[in-house]
């Protein structure tokens, strides 16, 4: 079993930035890659990230591209989300997840508990 803890949430102003890890453990963690999906009140789960375990090649939507950043760090098996220029509309909490790197949730097999992100305008 797979255990994903995330941590690095907050209230951040409008414009600032906040950077999210994610800790995977487990007997002999493995994976094809880790994603980043966030949630926000009375909305569907959207994909925000996701990155390749063994290449690192990343994959993001529309409205990551040019702020967000995904990387890992293979040996600590984490997953890192760099978020930059952050908007109230990013307000979610935001989830890791392991087993896929698609940017369908429906892929991924494990998910961590989730962690607040609240952008003030």
């Known amino acids: 079993q797979v255990q994903l803890v995330e941590s690095g949430g907050g209230l951040v102003q409008a414009g600032g930035s906040l950077s999210l890890s994610c800790v995977a453990s487990?007997?002999?963690?493995?994976?094809?890659?880790m994603g980043w999906f966030r949630q926000a009140p009375g909305k569907e789960r959207e994909f925000v990230a996701a990155?390749?375990?063994?290449?690192?090649?990343?994959y993001y939507p529309s409205f990551a591209e040019g702020r967000f950043t995904i990387s890992r760090d293979v040996a600590k098996s984490t997953v890192y989300l760099q978020m930059n220029n952050l908007k109230p509309q990013d307000t979610a909490v935001y989830y890791c997840?392991?087993?896929?790197?698609?940017?369908?949730?429906?892929?991924?097999?494990?998910w961590g508990q989730g962690t607040q992100v609240t952008v003030s305008s």
């Open positions: 990155i390749h375990w063994n290449t690192g090649s990343t």
């Open positions: 487990g007997r002999a963690f493995s994976t094809v890659g």
């Open positions: 997840a392991a087993g896929s790197w698609s940017g369908a949730a429906v892929s991924y097999r494990y």
